[in-house]
Nanobody, 122 residues
């Protein structure tokens, strides 16, 4: 069982930066791949980024590639998403998730946080 709590969301102007963090409970955190997803109002949840258990493998959605960076600290049971050059279309609730594979498909992730709101103003 893994419990996930996101933090770091907020309101930022276009072009600005935010860093999201996800704190995980449980001693098996380092065995999980971690992902970030987002859901904007009226839209389906979409993949943002994922990272393997060791941190050596990462995957990004085309829409965030070059702007967002996912990282993890297994000693602290945390995964982070550094978001730069933010755009209004990045506005969404951001969720972190834990699963066994570094993939884009949300249904493969077994554990989810409650989400944190990110709002980018133009």
């Amino acid at each position: 069982q893994v419990q996930l709590v996101e933090s770091g969301g907020g309101l930022v102007q276009a072009g600005g930066s935010l860093r999201l963090s996800c704190a995980a409970s449980g001693r098996t955190f380092s065995s999980y791949a971690m992902g970030w997803f987002r859901q904007a109002p009226g839209k389906e949840r979409e993949f943002v980024a994922a990272i393997g258990w060791s941190g050596s493998s990462t995957l990004y959605a085309d829409s965030v590639k070059g702007r967002f960076t996912i990282s993890r600290d297994n000693a602290k049971n945390t995964v982070s998403l550094q978001m730069n050059s933010l755009k209004p279309e990045d506005t969404a609730v951001y969720y972190c998730a834990a699963g066994r594979l570094v993939v884009t498909i949300s249904t493969t992730y077994a554990y989810w946080g409650q989400g944190t709101q990110v709002t980018v103003s133009s």
